[in-house]
């Protein structure tokens, strides 16, 4: 049986009660939207991170722009569309599916699609009212240096790069 402890408007706290291999055990879990993580490329060796505050931490991170599947009707790579332009004001002549995980399944159902976007244009920013974002023009050297030194925090970021320099970067 499953039963929701909590609800708010971006999640739920289910308990369920499972047996594995003859154990009793209640899971719990974290249901949510999946998302999106979108690494621009301005050319094949320069990206756009984001500087961007998080209340929930208290600080500013880099990251890359990021959201949830929330709006009806969207599939991923419409989201990614919409979060590039709303985060970084660029819209992309190219959004490629990178790669899919999830975030954390011991504890949360939320599964991540990263993109890669090319062929930029500049558009405009549309933050919300709350998105306090800072756009950072860097290479991917470079980036991938600021992770070693513990500058990147976010692991979704991290997981990006790595990608990006192990097969190829902006010109895969």
Known sequence: MIETVFASKRFRVEHEDTEIRGKKKTVERIVTSDAVLVVPFIDKDTLLLEKSFRPVIGKQIFEF??????????????????????????????????????????RITEKIYFFKATGLTE??????????IEPVKIKLEDALGMVKRNEIEDT?????????SSFGGGSL
């Not at 920013?125 to 998105?131: I, P, R």
Request: hydrophobic share 40%.
């Open 65 to 106: 722009p990021a959201g949830m599947m929330d709006k009806d009707g969207e599939d991923q790579k419409s989201t990614a569309i919409r979060e590039l332009e709303e985060e970084l004001g660029y819209k992309a002549a190219n959004m490629d599916l990178l790669f899919e995980g999830y975030s954390s399944p011991g």
């Open 123 to 132: 558009t405009g920013k549309h933050l919300g009212d709350f998105e306090v």
């Open 156 to 164: 979704h970021a991290i997981a990006a790069l790595l990608f990006c």
